[in-house]
Nanobody, 114 residues
Framework: QVQLVESGGGLVQPGGSLRLTCAASGFTFSMFVMAWYRQAPGKERELVASISKFGGTTDYASSVKGRFTVSRDNAKKTVYLQMNNLKPEDTALYYC???????WGQGTQVTVSS
């Protein structure tokens, strides 16, 4: 079955950087658009970034455009999210998934605080 394992989260100060990693299995990775989502406390899950099957096209939520970069390695069945200039409002549980999403992984917590 589909398995998505996110890692790389942590506590970082405002202005800092983190790189999230998502290892996928259970499906033909290169056949699917992949995406990163996040859910902050008390808020609905939102789409943060997406990347086309071979990485040629990316799209970002306006709140992260210019700060976050999504990439993928189809040989490793892995998708990444480089997050720079992090802000307190980026604090959330971050998930990767297909677009549209299927089963959810456990996510990785990102906390931006001084």
């Amino acid at each position: 079955q589909v398995q998505l394992v996110e890692s790389g989260g942590g506590l970082v100060q405002p202005g800092g950087s983190l790189r999230l990693t998502c290892a996928a299995s259970g499906f033909t990775f290169s056949m699917f658009v992949m995406a990163w989502y996040r859910q902050a406390p008390g808020k609905e899950r939102e789409l943060v970034a997406s990347i086309s099957k071979f990485g040629g096209t990316t799209d970002y939520a306006s709140s992260v455009k210019g700060r976050f970069t999504v990439s993928r390695d189809n040989a490793k069945k892995t998708v990444y999210l480089q997050m720079n200039n992090l802000k307190p409002e980026d604090t959330a549980l971050y998930y990767c998934n297909r677009l549209p999403p299927v089963e959810w992984g456990q996510g990785t917590q990102v906390t931006v605080s001084s």
